[in-house]
């Protein structure tokens, strides 16, 4: 057994999928009983019940449509393509059922067969043809589907040249998976042939619809076997930890599910040593990124648990290879990166937990989630908010060829907060990362793909190394992040607190200085009657470090009282405007040569032979230039509803200028 390991390990990811191939045509075939056709509902499948539930609570949301627009080097002929279409949907039930309530409850329901349309769009005489296809083909995958009425499935095809065409599908997820799309393209190539040569389609009768497939998970659900795979994801999920990543924007009560997406390419080069290194482990290139991406999560999240959802093809049985519906199953992987891990421990790790969720792959999500009863949160998707996914070099050629690429636009959705998407080619790798716009912008979206790419580089160049130890961040970034942690240098000495407020009001004397429900005042205004103020103020014997008691109602005056009585070279000490809520600011005060500022009149609260107080509403325009004080001097004094204290906290004035350099760039 050991030595069958070790051929399969050693051999190349075509040699594999070779294998694949050719053991699925000897794979043992399950009797899945075909129902009788006369006219009857069907139930859903498990994985139906879910993306139908999903629909309900958003009617018509674009978030689960499925699109692909294939390039084609030639023009195809209307009546032949129709016809083609026509045939593959009359061949897979899928792809004209609906889904009505009856009593309550939703069931599949398998419409007759009809005539396909494919409507046509004629872009040769654009002025920029690929742009307006992807203009087109965005707007077209984020159109609604009515799951009760239908259809779920749209053909469009675009006209860029004499030559050149593409032909755009969009359907419904809960008709079709992935690898549905291809065999839907497949199909339609080769009946479009036949046709175009004057040959009859020989497309074989399928052995089951979905419908069947559907009828007999729900009973295959009650064995044994189900409960074995339940007890095993109940004990591998239950109690797991939420991924916390950092976001640009707080997580809405409900998303939106409106998604962008960044591109990745993994050079031929890397792509190459991750194929290494995973023979080296007797593991798959799959395997290898999956836990690059987990560990990269890790370090970004400092969570050393991970969970990460990935789509499986989920169709156990031959007969089901050629069938379309939505038989993907998604399942959870739960990582665990606590201790000293290498990235070869987390490669071998993941590995473990994949075999795992291979084996128990049959039971579907919907009812993996119903076991584990997880809080409702609306917010967030059920156990899971980032997905991980490689097409495999035979899925890719079987929807694309390398004459005909798929056409790339933007869907404008995202199911889950991060999807890493990641297709072989012949050498490469290459894809995108769909991010949730509620979340993340563009430029963090590009960074993470950046630093995926440095984490996974690294990783495979020393796989010894920890995953804590691996960097993420390139020379300039790392200097970014040291700069921000320092934050900007402490004001000098010298530097002058109303010297700085000045200086801005020769720069902007007319820009707006302070905002209130009285009106605004701009810089030129603020610092003339701030002026006047603080000329009073050392007129009646305001003294350097000195406090001057401030009773202002929050107004335009308020800011112009306080700079005033910094000019003067005082400390400015906060009161209530009765002075009751700052009896020790009061008492206080009264025990030395201080001021008291006043709205309008003395305060009657302060007594007799309280400190004298002005208005300022009248003085504005006395030029005065303010005293040049040492930066050390405090100039804001705080007192606590506590009994009398000797002083408060002080603020000087050096720390009030770093504050507002640092905070408003003053």
């Not at 005539?115 to 046509?120: D, F, G, H, K, L």
């Not at 809405?252 to 991750?274: F, K, L, M, V």
Request: glycine share 4%; proline share 8%.
């Amino acid at each position: 057994m050991n030595s069958l390991q070790n051929r399969i390990t050693a051999m190349t990811s075509e040699q594999k999928r070779s294998l694949r191939e050719r053991l699925i045509q000897v794979r043992p075939v399950q009797e899945i009983p075909v129902q009788p056709r006369d006219g009857r509902d069907f139930p859903l499948s498990h994985s139906q019940d879910r993306l139908w539930f999903l629909d309900q609570l958003v009617p018509g949301n674009p978030f689960y449509n499925i699109s692909i627009a294939q390039r084609l080097p030639f023009v195809p002929v209307r009546r032949y393509l129709e016809r083609a279409l026509s045939a593959v949907v009359a061949r897979h039930e899928a792809l004209r059922t609906v889904f009505p309530l009856v009593r309550g409850q939703p069931v599949q329901r398998i419409l007759p067969a009809t005539a396909v349309r494919c409507e046509i769009d004629d872009l040769s005489y654009e002025p920029d043809p690929e742009a307006r296809a992807a203009q087109i083909a965005s707007a077209a995958s984020q159109q609604p589907f009515d799951l009760a009425e239908g259809p779920l499935l749209h053909c469009r095809l675009l006209l860029l040249s004499a030559g050149e065409s593409l032909l755009l599908l969009v359907i419904h997820h809960i008709v079709a998976d992935g690898w549905s799309l291809e065999k839907l393209l497949a199909e339609i190539g080769q009946v479009y042939s036949e046709l175009l040569a004057g040959r009859h389609p020989s497309l074989p009768p399928l052995p089951v619809q979905y419908a069947d497939f559907a009828v007999w998970q729900r009973e295959a659900m009650s064995g044994e076997r189900m409960a074995q795979h339940r007890k095993y994801w109940v004990q591998r999920l239950e109690g797991m930890q939420q991924l916390e990543l950092p976001t640009d924007h707080p997580r809405p009560a409900r998303p939106s599910y409106r998604g962008a997406r960044a591109p990745i390419t993994i050079d031929a080069a890397t792509t190459a040593a991750a194929e290494a290194l995973a023979r080296r482990l007797r593991t798959t290139r799959f395997t290898v990124l999956f836990a690059a991406f987990a560990a990269l999560l890790h370090r970004l999240a400092g969570q050393d648990e991970v969970t990460i959802g990935t789509p499986m093809a989920a169709r156990p049985y031959a007969e089901l290879e050629d069938v379309v519906g939505f038989f993907a199953n998604t399942v959870v992987l739960r990582l665990d990166f606590s201790g000293s891990c290498s990235f070869d421990e987390a490669v071998e790790r993941t590995h473990a937990r994949l075999r795992e969720a291979q084996n128990h792959q049959d039971l579907p999500f919907s009812m993996v989630v119903a076991a584990l009863a997880p809080e409702q949160d609306l917010s967030r998707n059920p156990l899971f908010q980032v997905s991980f996914q490689v097409l495999s070099s035979s899925q890719v050629r079987k929807a694309t060829s390398d004459a005909t690429p798929a056409f790339s636009f933007a869907r404008g959705t995202s199911a889950f907060d991060l999807t890493l998407q990641l297709a072989e080619t012949a050498s490469c790798l290459v894809g995108e990362l769909e991010y949730a716009t509620d979340l993340f912008q563009q430029s963090s979206a590009e960074r993470l793909v950046e630093r995926f790419l440095r984490l996974l580089s690294a990783a495979l160049a020393d796989p010894a190394a920890s995953v804590a130890d691996l960097p993420m961040v390139d020379a300039a970034e790392l200097h970014q992040l040291e700069a921000w942690s320092r934050g900007p240098a402490m004001p000098s000495a010298e530097t002058d607190l109303c010297g700085l407020f000045e200086a801005q009001a020769r720069l902007s004397p007319d820009a707006v200085a302070c905002q209130a429900p009285d009106g605004r005042l701009n810089y030129a205004e603020l610092d003339g009657g701030a002026n006047s103020l603080a000329h009073q103020l050392i007129a009646c014997g305001v003294r350097p470090g000195d406090c001057v008691g401030v009773a202002i109602e929050p107004c335009t005056y308020l800011p112009m009282a306080l700079l005033a009585v910094l000019k003067a070279g005082a400390a400015y000490v906060p009161l209530g405007l009765n002075c009751q809520s700052s009896a020790p600011a009061t008492c206080s005060l009264r025990q030395g040569r201080r001021c008291f500022l006043f709205p309008k009149v003395r305060d009657p609260t302060c007594g007799p032979g309280s400190p004298r107080s002005w208005w300022t509403a009248n003085h504005r325009n006395s030029a005065y230039r303010h005293r040049r004080c040492v930066p050390t001097l405090r100039a804001r004094l705080t007192y606590c509803s506590l009994p009398v204290p000797p002083d408060g906290p002080r603020a000087s004035r050096c720390r009030i200028v770093h504050c507002s350099t640092t905070s408003a760039g003053a």
